[in-house]
């Protein structure tokens, strides 16, 4: 099947650029943040955070219209694809159905994450110690998008699998010919196995070797590199050195959603990071219009403080940031924040 994923790979291969999308990211990459990004630095796509596939298809009313405001996107993302985490086919199969009548481009399984929430139902990281039922969760999926009714008139759409090297070590001989035994369109390998959760350094090496043994395989899915990449630049060489057909990036992006546009490296919070040559008064101009699109977008089903630790990464490395950034560590509203940075603009003729 002809698929957005094999578009991008032809483009890539005539350009000569990298393939570069966002990572999945729960409580950062939401509805408001991706609509920043889509206009500040655009991505080649964009993932929504991970989603119950279980809770979409048996929650009640309530439980489910707030995971239907998780998914809401705006035209202006696209391409987009849904992140789904669950161990049970059937329900997979539903809400597979439902992520293609939503009219996302892609739809993708969370088999990666080592929250011990998602692995008490037995998914996300977890399906690595179980790889039938992962196929068969995958399979699911697969059926799933190409039944139902298709709201853009397509047969299908691409489904992708995002996961580890392994669980306590490094699996991938075995763990990955089991997920291309069932022909996803690509699969993103996150350079860690779960055991080292993020506390080691991502190993690329394994990126290299998923790219080989896909190509033992003679499997068509694309595979994907993951893991501590800092700047575009970054992502193009750590593809050229692996052969890995495109790069996911993640916390890069805080902070800083000019990342996919235009960057430079400089260090934040957590490692060194490229960051946009952005004055400080654009930074917290956008900052508040992020504020402002949470607030209306979400403010009825997120907490504020989820902004908080965007605060902390726009508001660092220029005068006066330590202050600003105490002051909006107490905002409960956009209103708020949006004064206090007006006085700080005024007051430091900004
Ligand atoms: C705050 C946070 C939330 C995350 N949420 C998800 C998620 O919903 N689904 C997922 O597959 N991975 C999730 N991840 C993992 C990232 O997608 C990514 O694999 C990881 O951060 C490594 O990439 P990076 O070094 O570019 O950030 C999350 C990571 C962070 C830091």
Redesign the pocket.
Same mark, same amino acid.
């Given at each position: 099947m002809k698929n957005f994923w094999q578009d991008l790979k032809n483009k890539s291969a005539k350009s000569g650029k990298t393939i570069c999308v966002l990572?999945?990211?729960?409580?950062?990459t939401d509805a408001a943040f991706r609509r920043i990004i889509a206009k500040y630095g655009k991505p080649d796509v964009m993932w929504t955070?991970?989603v119950s596939a279980d809770g979409l298809i048996r929650a009640n009313a309530e439980g489910k219209k707030k995971l239907l405001r998780d998914l809401a996107f705006d035209e202006s993302e696209r391409p987009i694809v849904a992140?789904l985490f669950s161990s049970n086919p059937e329900y997979m199969y539903q809400a597979a159905k439902m992520i293609r009548e939503m009219g996302f481009d892609g739809l993708d399984i969370?088999m990666?994450?080592p929250d011990r929430g998602i692995e008490k139902q037995k998914a996300g990281a977890a399906l690595m110690r179980n790889p039938r039922l992962a196929r068969e969760v995958l399979r699911a999926a697969l059926q799933g998008v190409s039944d139902g009714i298709d709201p853009k008139g397509r047969k299908s759409i691409p489904v992708s699998v995002?996961t580890r090297v392994g669980y306590n070590k490094n699996e991938l001989e075995t763990w990955l010919p089991q997920l291309l035994a069932e022909k996803p369109a690509m699969i993103t390998v996150?350079g860690r196995t779960r055991k080292e959760m993020?506390k080691v350094p991502?190993r690329w090496e394994n990126v290299k070797r998923a790219v080989e043994i896909r190509d033992e395989l003679k499997s068509e899915t694309l595979i994907f590199g993951? %893991?501590?990449?800092v700047s575009l630049e970054d992502a193009q060489n750590k593809a050229r050195e692996t052969g890995a057909d495109g790069i996911?990036? %993640?916390?890069?992006i805080f902070g800083n959603p000019w990342f996919f546009s235009k960057n430079f490296t400089e260090t934040n919070d957590q490692f060194r990071v490229t960051r946009a040559e952005i004055s400080v008064k654009e930074k917290l101009r956008v900052m508040v219009e992020h504020t402002e699109l949470f607030e209306k977008l979400l403010g009825d089903v997120k907490n504020f403080s989820v902004m908080k630790k965007h605060f902390k990464a726009y508001v660092t490395g220029f005068d006066g940031a330590a202050e600003l950034r105490a002051k909006l560590m107490e905002t409960n509203t956009a209103n708020e924040v949006k004064t206090i940075v007006d006085i700080f603009i005024s007051n430091n003729i900004l």
């Open positions: 990572a999945p990211m729960a409580d950062v955070e991970f992140q969370n990666g994450c995002k996150h993020s991502a993951n %893991g501590d990449v996911m990036i %993640g916390r890069a």
